[in-house]
């Protein structure tokens, strides 16, 4: 358990307003990141999170910002959500292994599966 | 951008066994690999380094060849337990591949 929660776990919204995902972490990492989940395209990356205040675009970005302003917290923001963006997301931290190579692996949260109508 | 996986789908009756394979266009340092179940998070299976050993979890290994960026996920003498849908994933920030779903029937 890599101390991961995701909030909500599920959302139905309508097209047009404004959704915000919430991801936290009690283990302090640095890199935090926001994936998209969707059938034949497995997870795509959306944007990501190197410290506080400190942010990059994934593959699929338009349409989502992200927010750091704590280390324990990674938001992602629909400005105005679409019906494509319909999907599961999942949040990820990156972490050491014990014992490991000296790089990253990602550990996932439960997901929020969104629905917008 | 993403790497590719094969095959898509694969089904296995208990006790046999499949190779699941991953290719990048881009040079890798490492490889990690998934698997996740159905209304699931994915969960990480192990990592893979450039110039490292073949690595093993249960009765799955995994080989990379990082001249030709390519790495195979090996599962032998499967179980139930092993049924989901595998990815491979590039260093972090990962790119993931769309995955392959593997199927234990008994």
């Known amino acids: 358990d890599a101390g991961i929660t995701q909030s909500p776990r599920h959302k139905v919204t309508e097209t047009g307003t404004p959704v915000t995902l919430r991801c936290h972490q009690t283990?302090?990492?640095?890199?935090m990141y926001w994936y998209r989940q969707d059938p034949g395209h497995g997870l795509r990356l959306i944007h990501y999170?190197?410290?506080?205040?400190?942010?990059d675009k994934g593959e699929v970005s338009d349409g989502y910002s992200v927010s750091r302003s704590k280390t324990e917290d990674f938001l992602l923001t629909l400005e105005s959500a679409t019906s494509s963006q319909t999907s599961v997301y999942f949040c990820?931290?990156?972490?050491?292994?014990?014992?490991?190579?000296?790089?990253?692996?990602?550990?996932f949260g439960p997901g929020t599966r969104l629905t917008v109508l | 951008q993403q790497p590719v996986q094969s095959p898509q789908a694969v089904i296995l009756r208990e006790g046999e066994d499949a190779v699941i394979n991953c290719s990048s266009s881009?040079?890798?340092?490492?490889v990690h690999w998934y698997r996740q179940k159905h209304g699931e998070a994915p969960v990480f299976l192990m990592i893979?380094?450039?110039?490292?050993e073949q690595k093993g979890h249960e009765k799955i290994s995994a080989s990379f060849n990082e001249k030709k960026q390519q790495s195979s996920l090996y599962l032998t003498a499967s179980q139930l337990s092993y049924s989901g849908t595998y990815f491979c994933?590039?260093?972090?920030?990962?790119?993931f591949g769309a995955g392959t779903r593997l199927t234990v029937k008994p």
């Open positions: 990820a931290i990156g972490r050491r292994l014990a014992g490991g190579p000296s790089t990253d692996t990602q550990y």
């Open positions: 893979l380094l450039k110039g490292g």
């Open positions: 283990e302090n990492h640095r890199y």
């Open positions: 999170s190197y410290g506080v205040k400190d942010t």
């Open positions: 881009k040079a890798l340092y490492s």
């Open positions: 994933g590039t260093d972090p920030p990962a790119r």
